[in-house]
């Protein structure tokens, strides 16, 4: 895509303060576009907005799971921009615990994290979203929402929903009139700050189970992203991109 390809475009992204959220912030800056980070780690949030290309960026404090705090976030981005181009739902959260260890306020705090803040995220930015004429959400979901590993239960109970619940919007979006596109991705193992929070021997593990022979890179789930938003992915609606290095083809 051109350096430009975002130029001029509103950006909202959750889970902005590291990781994919980070990484993909940056590409969109890179591209011209001006950000709205979203995160509970304000200080996070504070290097990454501080590293950012352009002018006209700003930090919200966004607990997704609240919908008081995505009205007031909203609120900011309407008084300030009066529209928004792309959402990306990313923030999300999981723990490796079989379903017969999860008590109901694990099983909770997953589901709110991980799908509820893509509903409650992409009902309070709905009316901007309509605004700009040519907007897109993307909802990171996960390969979990396809195959099963041990201990994700509810993470993938959770990722799977975010997938339909991403076709559902784009199919009624489309059929009510508004110019809104939605779709997923789902990305693989990828090498972010938790992954190497977990150790060297768990992230050899992961590494070596993918036909590709290692993790991904944040940058190339933002690559995803970006073209999922983007103008060139006009008729792309409700579906699912796949960035695992074959993961599941296997």
């Given at each position: 895509m051109p350096a430009d390809s975002h130029a001029d475009r509103i950006v909202m992204i959750t889970g902005a303060a590291k990781g994919i959220g980070a990484a993909t912030a940056l590409a969109f800056a890179r591209e011209g576009a001006?950000?709205?980070?979203?995160?509970?780690?304000?200080?996070?949030?504070?290097?990454?907005?501080?590293?950012?290309?352009?002018?006209?960026?700003?930090?919200?404090?966004?607990?997704?799971?609240?919908?008081?705090?995505?009205?007031?976030?909203?609120?900011?981005?309407?008084?300030?921009?009066?529209?928004?181009?792309?959402?990306?739902?990313n923030a999300?959260?999981?723990?490796?615990?079989?379903?017969?260890?999860?008590?109901?306020?694990?099983?909770?705090?997953?589901?709110?994290?991980?799908?509820?803040?893509?509903?409650?995220?992409?009902?309070?930015?709905m009316p901007w979203l309509e605004k700009s004429g040519d907007?897109?959400?993307?909802?990171?979901?996960?390969?979990?929402?396809?195959?099963?590993?041990?201990?994700?239960?509810?993470?993938?109970?959770?990722?799977?929903?975010?997938?339909?619940?991403?076709k559902v919007a784009a199919v009624e979006c489309a059929q009510t009139g508004r110019r809104v596109r939605v779709n997923s991705i789902h990305p693989g193992f990828v090498d972010t700050p938790l992954s190497k929070a977990q150790g060297e021997e768990a992230r050899a593990a992961r590494a070596a189970s993918v036909p590709q022979g290692r993790m991904a890179e944040p940058e190339e789930i933002a690559a995803g992203i970006l073209f999922l938003a983007s103008r060139a992915a006009s008729y792309v609606n409700g579906t699912g991109l796949v960035v695992d290095g074959a993961f599941t083809a296997v």
């Open positions: 001006t950000l709205v980070l979203a995160d509970i780690d304000t200080e996070g949030l504070g290097a990454v907005l501080a590293g950012l290309p352009g002018s006209g960026h700003m930090a919200v404090r966004l607990d997704v799971t609240a919908e008081a705090d995505w009205a007031a976030a909203m609120a900011r981005v309407g008084a300030t921009h009066g529209r928004l181009d792309v959402l990306v739902n999300g959260w999981g723990n490796l615990r079989s379903i017969f260890d999860t008590t109901p306020d694990d099983w909770r705090r997953i589901i709110a994290i991980n799908l509820d803040s893509v509903f409650l995220g992409t009902m309070a930015a907007a897109a959400v993307v909802n990171v979901s996960s390969i979990r929402a396809r195959v099963v590993g041990f201990g994700s239960g509810p993470y993938s109970a959770a990722k799977a929903g975010v997938e339909m619940f991403s």
